[in-house]
C-alpha cells in the first residue's frame, strides 16, 4: 500500500522518500491508477472551502396559487424561521422575497418588456431586518397561474442587478411550491430548449437553486399528476445542473427542516500534512462533518443607558476585586495572588511559573501510529464531533493518495490510529481513528471521517449481567418475544425502502425553533406569552396520534404479554428476628406455598447469605476481614483474610499524609492481631473417632478457645494425652505471619519518617504473638513482653541523627520543575 502510494509521491504534494523498490513499470502504475482510482471532483462543499462568505444574497420565491393554499401557513413558518436566524447569525445577508400566482403584477421585467404576469416582488432585495421577519409571518392566498419558470426569470433579474459581475458571496434562489401548476409552452423552442438556455444563465451568474417541492401524503398515499411530474424532473436539472439541492417534502415537519434556516460556511480545522511515515506525508484539509448548533448566547441588558443615545451599548461591564478576610477595605494585587489546587483534606499552592512548566509543548501535525482492525474499535468509543479528511483542493497527487489509502484499507478491514495536534500551542494531543469512507460515485471523492477515541482516563466501563444467564423463569417467552417483534415493526421509522420519517438532515431542533420564534415574538411585543409547541414540532418529541392509533393494536398485545403486579406494602412495624419470620412462615395457611426464588426454589436463610463477602475491601476493612474469617466453606478464606488485611495496612501507610490514615490502620492493625489468635481456636465439629477426647456424645461442638483459655465450654478429660489429641484437631494458627508483619512494619516505621505511626502502635501495647496465646507461636512470653522496650531502646539510639522529614507535594513538584 506504501509503495503504490510512493509512485504517486511529488515534491508538492506527497513527500518522496528513499526507496529500494528498484525502478516502476508505467505500465503497471497507469494499469493500478485506472482500476482502483477513478477521475473525481470534489462535491460542493469542497470546492467552496476555500471562499470566505462575506454574505449571502438570496430571494425568497414562494407559490402562492390555489394549490399551495394548504400549505401556505407552514411555508409562512418555514421562510419566517429562516429569516429569523438570519437576523442573529448573518445579519448582513441580504434577503428578497418574490411571490408567483399572485392576483397582481408587480415586478420590473413585466414594465420593461410585457409578461411575467401574476409576480409579485413584494420586497426587493435588502439586508435582513425586522420589517422582512414581519412580512413573512403570514402569506395571503391568492389566485392566480404563473409557472416557476418565469418567476425564476424575475428572480435571476433581481440578483444580477444587484450584485456587480465578479462580486464574492453566495447567489441563490430558494423556492417552495407544490409543483401542481403546468408551465406554460413557450412561444419559440421547447420547454426542454428553455430550461437548457434559463440553467446556463444560473450557471454564468452563479447562482445556486434550491428547490423545497410539497408531497404530502395521506393515509393511503397520493397519486401525482402530470403537471408535477413534469415540474420535478425540470426542478432536478436546475438543482444538478447549478449545484443545489431537489427536496420533496412528504409532512409538515420536514418542509421546516428542508428550508435551510442557516447556511454555514465551511472552515478548515487543520490544513497541512498527514504524515504516514517519516519520509512520506499527504496533503490534507480537514473540515467539521457534524457540529451541534447550540443556543444563542443571553447577555445582561442594562436599561440605564439614555433612551435617545442611538450609540448607546446596553453592554454590563464585570469587575472582579479581591479583598483581604482580615480586612474587607485591603484589596489583594494580582502579584499577591496564587492559585491553589485541592489535594485530599488541603489545598496545594502552584505558582504561575510551575503551572507554564508543567504545560505540555506540542507541534502541529497529523501522524498515523498504526492500523488494526474494525473491530478494535467500537463505536461507543467515539467521542466528541466527528471530522472528515479530505485531500488538498485541486491536487490531483493527494486525492489519488487518499482513493489508495482508503480502498486499500476499506478492503483489509482496518482503520487508522492517529496522533493529532490541530494547531501549535495545543495544551493537549488527541487521539483519534480514521475510517475510510469511499465516494458514493464519481462526483464525490474518497475521504476519511476522524473521531477522537479515549485514553484509559476516559472510559467509564460498567458491566451488566447477560440475560442469557438468568434462570429459566426470567427468560422471554415464545409469546412476549413475538410480541416485542411485532411492536418494533409496526414502528419502524423507515417503514418502506426510500421511505423514512424523521431524518437528521430533515429534522430540525424543536428547542432552538421554539426560541427563535418567541424571540421574534418578543421583538415585536414585549408583552407577548409563550407559545405553545407547534404541532409540526410536537411529532419530533412524541409520536403522531394516528400513529399510535394504527400500533395501538400490538401496544396492547405488549402490555398484555408483560403484565405488572402491584406489590403489597406491610404496616411498619418493630423489628424482627429470623425467629419470627420462621414462625410466620409455620403459621401459613395451609397449601399456601412459601416466596419461590430462582428455579422454583424456596426463600431459605442459606439463598439470603449467599451474598457474602469475597475480599477485604478498602472501605470497611475490618467488617470484611471478620466476616472472612467467620466463612467456613473454604479453608482459602483465612489465608486470603489474612493477605488482604496485611495489604490495606500497608497501603494506608503508603498513601499516608502528615499521618492522616495513621489511625486507620492502627485499627486494622489491632483486628490483624486479633484475628491471629482467634483464628487458632475458631469452633470446629469433632465427630466421635477422629479424636479419642473421653466425651460419649456423638457429635461434640468445642469452642478451642474457651478451652485453651480455662476448659469453659465443656468438661474434658483431664488427661493430658487427650487434650494433646484434640490439639491436634484444631486447624493451623496464623500467629506467625502477625509476627513477621509486625516486625516488617517495625523495620520501616522506628525512627523514620512514620516513626508517629510506630509510636501509636507501642502506645496500643500492640507486640507479637506469644505461645501463652497460641500454642504455634515460637515467641515466648518474655520475648514478646521485651519486644516494644527493645525496639524504643533501638529507636532511641537512633534519634541523634533522626532521617530529614520529606514532604511528597513538594518533592512531586521539585522533580516537575
Not at 280 to 296: A, F, L, N
Not at 389 to 398: A, K, Q, Y
Not at 427 to 446: K, Q
Not at 732 to 761: H, M, Y
Request: net charge negative; aromatic share 8%; with cysteine.
Amino acid at each position: 500500500m506504501f509503495e503504490l502510494l510512493g509512485a504517486f509521491s511529488g515534491s508538492d504534494d506527497v513527500t518522496e522518500f528513499d526507496s529500494e523498490l528498484g525502478d516502476w513499470d508505467s505500465g503497471i502504475v497507469s494499469e493500478v491508477i485506472d482500476i482502483r482510482v477513478r477521475e473525481i471532483k470534489l462535491d460542493r462543499t469542497v470546492l467552496q472551502c476555500n471562499l470566505f462568505q462575506i454574505l449571502e444574497t438570496l430571494i425568497l420565491l414562494v407559490d402562492i396559487g390555489p394549490s399551495m393554499h394548504p400549505h401556505l401557513d407552514y411555508a409562512a413558518r418555514a421562510i419566517s424561521a429562516l429569516v429569523q436566524r438570519k437576523i442573529v447569525h448573518n445579519k448582513h445577508d441580504e434577503v428578497g422575497l418574490v411571490f408567483f400566482g399572485a392576483n397582481d403584477t408587480d415586478n420590473e421585467l413585466s414594465s420593461e418588456l410585457g409578461g411575467y404576469e401574476d409576480i409579485v416582488v413584494l420586497r426587493p432585495i435588502a439586508v435582513v431586518s425586522e420589517e422582512l421577519a414581519q412580512a413573512v409571518d403570514q402569506f395571503s392566498k391568492e389566485y392566480g397561474t404563473s409557472d416557476f419558470m418565469d418567476a425564476m426569470v424575475v428572480a435571476m433579474d433581481l440578483i444580477v442587478k444587484k450584485c456587480a459581475a465578479g462580486s464574492k458571496g453566495n447567489k441563490r434562489i430558494y423556492l417552495i411550491t407544490d409543483g401542481e401548476s403546468p408551465v406554460k409552452e413557450p412561444e419559440e423552442g421547447t420547454k426542454s430548449e428553455q430550461v437548457e438556455l434559463l440553467r446556463n444563465q444560473l450557471q454564468m451568474h452563479n447562482i445556486i437553486l434550491d428547490a423545497v417541492v410539497i408531497r404530502l401524503k395521506g393515509e393511503n398515499g397520493a397519486l401525482e399528476s402530470k403537471a408535477s411530474q413534469e415540474n420535478e424532473f425540470l426542478l432536478r436539472s436546475f438543482a444538478d445542473g447549478t449545484m443545489g439541492d431537489l427536496v420533496l417534502v412528504e409532512s409538515y415537519t420536514t418542509l421546516l427542516g428542508a428550508v435551510k434556516s442557516r447556511s454555514v460556511s465551511p472552515t478548515t480545522l487543520y490544513r497541512g500534512d498527514l504524515e504516514l511515515t517519516p519520509n512520506m506525508s499527504i496533503k490534507v484539509w480537514v473540515y467539521k462533518k457534524v457540529s451541534s448548533e447550540r443556543m444563542p448566547t443571553l447577555r445582561i441588558y442594562s436599561d440605564k443607558a439614555p433612551l435617545l443615545d442611538t450609540t448607546a451599548t446596553h453592554e454590563v461591564k464585570f469587575d472582579i476585586e479581591y479583598k483581604s478576610s482580615v480586612d474587607l477595605d485591603v484589596s489583594i494585587a494580582p502579584e499577591q495572588r496564587i492559585k491553589a489546587y485541592k489535594y485530599g483534606p488541603q489545598y496545594v499552592p502552584i505558582s504561575s511559573k510551575e503551572e507554564e512548566a508543567l504545560k505540555f509543548r506540542t507541534e502541529k501535525g497529523l501522524k498515523v501510529v498504526g492500523f488494526t482492525d474494525k473491530s478494535n474499535v467500537p463505536r461507543h468509543y467515539f467521542m466528541k464531533e466527528t471530522n472528515v479528511f479530505v485531500p488538498e483542493l485541486r491536487n490531483t497527487r493527494s486525492t489519488l493518495a487518499i482513493s489508495c489509502l482508503a480502498r486499500a484499507m476499506e478492503a483489509e478491514g482496518k482503520v487508522a490510529i492517529v496522533r493529532c495536534v490541530w494547531r501549535a500551542g495545543q495544551a493537549n494531543v488527541a487521539l483519534g481513528v480514521l475510517t475510510p469512507c469511499l465516494g458514493s460515485d464519481d462526483s464525490v471523492a474518497d475521504c476519511f471521517y476522524f473521531n477522537n477515541i479515549p485514553f484509559s482516563e476516559d472510559l467509564r466501563e460498567f458491566a451488566f449481567a447477560s440475560f442469557k444467564d438468568r434462570p429459566s423463569t426470567q427468560q422471554p417467552t415464545r409469546l412476549q418475544q413475538e410480541a416485542a417483534d411485532a411492536l418494533v415493526q409496526m414502528m419502524d421509522l423507515v417503514p418502506y425502502p426510500g421511505q423514512e420519517f424523521l431524518m437528521p438532515e430533515r429534522t430540525v431542533n424543536p428547542v432552538l425553533q421554539r426560541f427563535y420564534s418567541f424571540l421574534h415574538l418578543k421583538s415585536v411585543n414585549p408583552e407577548a406569552a409563550v407559545p405553545p409547541l407547534d404541532k409540526a414540532l410536537q411529532i419530533i418529541i412524541q409520536p403522531e396520534e394516528r400513529f399510535i392509533q394504527k400500533v395501538d393494536f400490538m401496544l396492547q398485545t405488549f402490555k398484555e404479554q408483560f403484565q405488572l403486579i402491584r406489590s403489597t406494602q406491610t404496616e411498619k412495624g418493630g423489628r424482627k428476628f429470623w425467629k419470627d419470620r420462621l414462625g410466620e412462615n409455620e403459621a401459613a395457611l395451609p397449601g399456601e406455598d412459601l416466596l419461590q426464588i430462582e428455579d422454583g426454589k424456596p426463600l431459605t436463610f442459606e439463598f439470603l447469605t449467599g451474598k457474602k463477602v469475597e475480599q477485604v475491601g478498602s472501605l470497611n476493612p475490618v467488617e470484611d476481614f471478620e466476616a472472612l474469617l467467620a466463612r467456613r466453606d473454604s479453608d482459602q478464606w483465612v489465608t486470603k483474610a489474612i493477605k488482604g488485611m496485611k495489604k490495606i495496612i500497608t497501603d494506608l501507610l503508603n498513601s499516608a499524609y502528615n499521618g492522616n490514615t495513621y489511625e486507620k490502620a492502627v485499627t486494622c492493625l489491632i483486628a490483624l492481631r486479633r484475628g491471629c489468635v482467634i483464628q487458632e481456636f475458631r469452633p470446629f465439629e469433632l465427630e466421635v473417632g477422629s479424636c479419642d477426647t473421653g466425651v460419649n456424645d456423638e457429635t461434640l461442638w468445642i469452642d478451642t478457645a474457651e478451652y485453651v483459655l480455662g476448659y469453659m465450654s465443656v468438661e474434658l478429660s483431664t488427661d493430658s494425652a487427650s487434650k494433646d489429641r484434640v490439639l491436634d484437631c484444631v486447624l493451623a494458627a496464623e500467629p506467625s505471619d502477625f509476627n513477621t508483619f509486625l516486625e516488617e512494619i517495625s523495620n520501616r516505621c522506628r525512627g523514620k519518617r512514620q516513626n508517629d505511626f510506630w509510636e501509636l502502635v507501642t502506645a496500643k501495647n500492640l507486640t507479637l504473638i506469644s505461645k501463652d496465646e497460641t500454642p504455634d507461636s515460637d515467641v515466648t512470653q518474655e520475648e514478646a513482653a521485651s519486644f516494644l522496650s527493645r525496639v524504643q531502646n533501638s529507636g532511641h539510639v537512633s534519634e541523634g541523627v533522626p532521617e530529614e522529614e520529606v514532604d511528597e507535594i513538594e518533592a512531586l513538584l521539585d522533580d516537575v520543575i
